[in-house]
């Protein structure tokens, strides 16, 4: 997890590639940490996209994220970076102006995606094994704010999968949500739907 | 965040106050994003949670939202049979008429191994009169549309969602068996895109039973249409009927791009029989004609069938002494383009001739033999795979999808 006392708090800094400037972009979470984003990775976030298109501002001032947490963005970054990783093992689509060089791309590029979807499934399923149904929230939150579709995606998937099958009030717990129904109306409902009120799982 | 001591030391009631008021930030459509993934069970047990969760599911957007993303949720396509549990006897002549037949609906994956997904046979609507049995007319976006309308008249109609265990009793309909005319119904079952109402259409074609003559056609024949729309929950008589002449023969029909399909046919000037495919738009209602291919002799009327066929119809005849032919509609609504793409061969005794009872996604027929498997065949390759289950006379297969159309339904609406 990130140290809210370095400048640099990215877990895995990237490595140069020789030849090619590493940019960066500067981002100032609402508990005062900064980090420094690589730009494609930064750029994944819808919001810090529109930012510095919109405005001719210049990419080293740090730009601010009140409603993100340090450690939820040092998150997502992880998150987008691997992404974008995974991403780039599947060869780019030829353009509109190649026809039977198409032809050609068959098997190898199936290969590559049925590789960097296994890889996708193996990263996410560890990705949230360890946070707590607090820790998704929050996520949630940030990749909303941050507007980035693919990572809340993934996140209301395994929000879905966390509380599929549960009890009423452990979809109230998770949420942070009070029921307020009457008793009567709680069980008109329940009378309605019976049979998928029976058989769930243990909380 | 580190845990430092002055964070720890604030209560616990104000950080669920925060918590509270951060998840009541959380826009509806993070929500509904949610739900969306959630198994059907679950979706209703959400609805209890709190009113907010209640309004966001039980709501008409949500509900066609949730229809969409079923029809792309899982790799493959589902495939609804109804079945029975009864063990199937053909009579020499043709199907057996059993009297407390036992059905039940089975849902298949439409693919390689053909496996069952779900079943449905607790369900407490069964055929109320001595012989009646309740009958597919159709599905539509996870909506199974019964009737019991055959072998009696009893004029019993069914709108079940199996996956919701909820289903509307349609109310009696408005046209019913009249003292002199006895009449073959036919029945189509739809979607309305534009008014976004389900709706059932009932055709009656009446013969004058004082006139019918060996061998002859009854003189008086007139049709009745009705329609039943589930937004307003009424039978609707038709005015703007098949021209006079045009008789149903009350076989399934094919509902495809928002019309349903039947083949009729009526005595031309020169008293020969001319088959056709009538055609009636569901939203405009109104009655159109496509013409079938010159399918050889028709001096006897041996009837045509049609079945959708992805966003076409396709067409069988059930003419006895040849083998099944099967044409297609390569281009919807272009009489032109009526095509015979297979005749099947090595069917065995030239008497028995399966029924073709729907398609696969992948283009393959479904056909019941004569000795009561359900296989399918490919209409290039010809190549015949069993699908492991029993039909019978009354089989329906059509492509289904899961949904909630019915959750926001709450009058003469039944849960079970």
């Known amino acids: ?203 | 965040m580190s845990d430092n001591l002055p964070k720890f030391s604030k209560s616990l009631f104000t950080q669920q106050q925060e918590e509270k008021s951060m998840w009541d930030s959380l826009p509806p459509e993070i929500l509904l994003d949610i739900f969306i993934r959630l198994p059907i069970k679950s979706i209703i047990t959400c609805t209890s949670v709190c009113k907010t969760w209640k309004s966001l599911i039980q709501n008409p957007s949500f509900i066609s939202d949730h229809l969409r993303h079923s029809t792309t949720k899982y790799d493959h396509p589902l495939l609804l049979f109804r079945l029975c549990s009864k063990k199937v006897v053909l009579g020499i002549g043709g199907p057996v008429w059993f009297k407390d037949e036992k059905e039940f609906y089975a849902l298949h994956w439409d693919n390689q191994n053909f496996n069952e997904y779900n079943r449905f046979d607790d369900f407490p609507f069964h055929a109320q009169c001595r012989r009646g049995i309740f009958r597919v007319v159709g599905t539509c976006n996870g909506l199974v549309c019964l009737v019991d309308d055959f072998g009696c008249y009893s004029h019993n109609f069914i709108l079940w969602n199996p996956c919701l265990r909820k289903f509307v009793q349609l109310p009696k309909p408005n046209i019913k068996f009249r003292k002199h005319l006895t009449y073959i119904p036919s029945f189509g079952f739809g979607f309305d895109t534009k008014t976004n109402d389900y709706k059932v259409v009932r055709i009656m074609t009446f013969r004058d039973r004082d006139n019918l003559g060996v061998g002859e056609s009854p003189l008086k024949v007139e049709v009745g249409v009705e329609i039943y729309s589930l937004a307003t929950g009424e039978w609707k008589t038709l005015t703007a009927v098949p021209p006079t002449g045009t008789e149903f023969y009350g076989h399934p029909h094919a509902s495809i791009n928002g019309a349903l399909h039947w083949v009729a046919f009526r005595r031309t000037k020169d008293d020969k029989f001319l088959e056709f495919v009538s055609v009636l738009n569901l939203e405009d209602e109104v009655f159109r004609e496509i013409a079938l291919p010159k399918l050889g002799i028709n001096g006897n009327r041996l009837p045509t069938f049609i079945s959708a066929y992805g966003n076409s119809l396709a067409l069988f005849q059930k003419v006895s002494m040849d083998p099944l032919s099967i044409w297609l509609m390569e281009e919807y609504g272009n009489a032109s383009s009526w095509t015979k793409i297979v005749t099947f061969v090595d069917q065995g005794p030239r008497r028995n001739k399966p029924q073709v009872k729907g398609f696969r996604k992948s283009g393959e027929a479904i056909l019941l033999m004569t000795n009561g498997k359900l296989v399918s065949r490919g209409l290039e390759t010809q190549e015949i795979k069993h699908l492991g289950m029993a039909g019978s006379y009354n089989t329906f297969v059509d492509s289904y999808v899961e949904s909630l159309v019915l959750l926001d339904k709450a009058n003469h609406a039944v849960t079970y």
Do not use: H
Request: a negative charge; charged letters at 30%.
């Open chain 1, 1 to 203: 997890m990130a140290n809210g006392e370095n400048q640099n708090p990215n877990p895995n800094p990237i490595e140069a590639t020789p030849g090619a400037a590493a940019r960066t972009i500067t981002l100032k979470t609402a508990d005062g940490e900064i980090f420094e984003v690589e730009e494609a990775v930064a750029m994944e976030f819808g919001t810090v996209k529109s930012f510095f298109e919109d405005d001719a501002v210049s990419a080293t001032k740090p730009m601010p994220l009140p409603n993100v947490s340090g450690s939820a963005l040092s998150r997502v970054i992880t998150y987008c970076r691997r992404s974008l990783e995974i991403r780039s093992m599947i060869p780019p689509a030829t353009s509109e102006d190649a026809t039977a060089a198409e032809a050609v791309q068959g098997e190898g590029d199936l290969e590559a995606e049925k590789a960097a979807k296994q890889e996708r499934k193996e990263f996410e399923a560890e990705f949230l094994k360890d946070e707590s149904n607090e820790d998704v929230k929050e996520l949630i939150l940030a990749a909303n704010y941050l507007n980035i579709k693919e990572l809340l995606d993934f996140l209301c998937r395994s929000v879905a999968l966390r509380i599929q099958n549960k009890s009423v009030e452990y979809a109230r717990k998770f949420f942070g949500i009070e029921g307020d129904y009457t008793p009567e109306e709680e069980a008109q409902i329940r009378q309605e739907y019976a049979w998928a009120f029976e058989g769930v799982d243990e909380d």
